[in-house]
């Protein structure tokens, strides 16, 4: 397979990064892993505003990144590596070398990656395994966590935790204890016409699914909450899901190890098929 890396393509064991590189050294970078369908990326430009927004939070300045335009046609060359309809790509910036130290150079030089994989879409309906971190919590005041950085080590170790639990996902919650997000994804209960998802003050990262899932619930006239929620209450909506740009919807069928609702029941199907028909589709959000 092959990457495209500051300007030019490789084979994905030829493309090096020096030993000076702030992101290997400090995480001093951030990414956006994006859904491809038959070379094509969903909400591209939607992607690119974010990546844009991380970029000003961290003080690069946004002309040293590729425009919407560049990184399609980027795509569609990696793309023909790809045997699936399906793909994920990922976009990595990192700040580029400098001196020793924390602070950043004057005058970046960003190491721009751009990395196309096979991807397989799974069936919304397949209830995920959901187990809440107990060592893990989100801060709100966090630059990190505000955006997608390079450190993921949080997110690394809460998934290893509730790996053991034998879940497949972890909840983690805020500084308070209460509900935040999973370590990939938004999270979302319903009960009857009402949806619920924790507040962006609980330190989340607030995902273009979420917008997604709330701008349909804003068109469709069904009421949305932002109240606090402890783990155990999840189990009191109809349903539980969760919500990210690759894998879409998805059902939880558990939360620490006890049965939830069927989303079937609910408005999930029709809002789960109108985001995969967008992922498939590019569709703007």
């Known amino acids: 397979m092959q990457v495209w890396m500051n300007g030019r393509f490789y084979d994905q064991d030829k493309a090096v ?62 793309f023909a590596e790809v045997r699936d309809d399906d793909a994920i790509v990922r976009l990595t910036v990192s700040r580029g070398s400098g001196e020793r130290g924390l602070l950043p150079p004057s005058k970046p030089k960003p190491t721009i990656l751009i990395s196309v994989t096979p991807f397989v879409p799974v069936d919304p309906n397949m209830g995920l395994s959901l187990c809440t971190s107990q060592k893990i919590r989100r801060n709100a005041w966090s630059v990190a966590g505000s955006i997608k950085s390079l450190n993921y080590l949080d997110n690394i170790a809460a998934k290893q935790e509730v790996t053991s639990y034998g879940g497949d996902d972890a909840i983690i919650l805020s500084s308070d204890g209460d509900v935040a997000e999973t370590s990939v994804a938004n999270i979302f209960g ?57 894998q879409g919807l998805r059902a939880v069928g558990k939360v620490d190890g006890e049965k939830v609702g069927v989303p079937a029941k609910t408005f999930f199907t029709e809002l789960a098929l109108k985001m995969g028909a967008s992922l498939c589709n590019g569709i703007v959000i």
Not at 22 to 42: P, Q, S, V
Not at 199 to 219: F, M, N, P, Q
Not at 230 to 237: A, D, G, N, S
């Open 190 to 246: 319903i009960q009857g016409e009402t949806l619920w998802t924790p507040d962006e003050r609980t330190g989340i990262l607030c995902g273009l699914a979420r917008s997604y899932v709330l701008e349909w619930a804003e068109k469709s006239g069904v009421d949305v909450k932002f109240s606090s929620k402890k783990p155990e209450m999840l189990r009191e909506f109809d349903a539980v899901f969760t919500a990210n740009a690759l």
């Open 17 to 78: 990064i020096p030993v000076t590189d702030r992101g290997f050294l400090l995480g001093d970078g951030f990414f956006e892993t994006m859904r491809a369908h038959k070379g094509n990326i969903a909400w591209l430009a939607a992607h690119m505003e974010r990546l844009a927004r991380h970029a000003d939070v961290l003080k690069l300045p946004t002309d040293l990144l590729p425009d919407a335009e560049d990184v399609a046609s980027i795509v569609q060359t990696l």
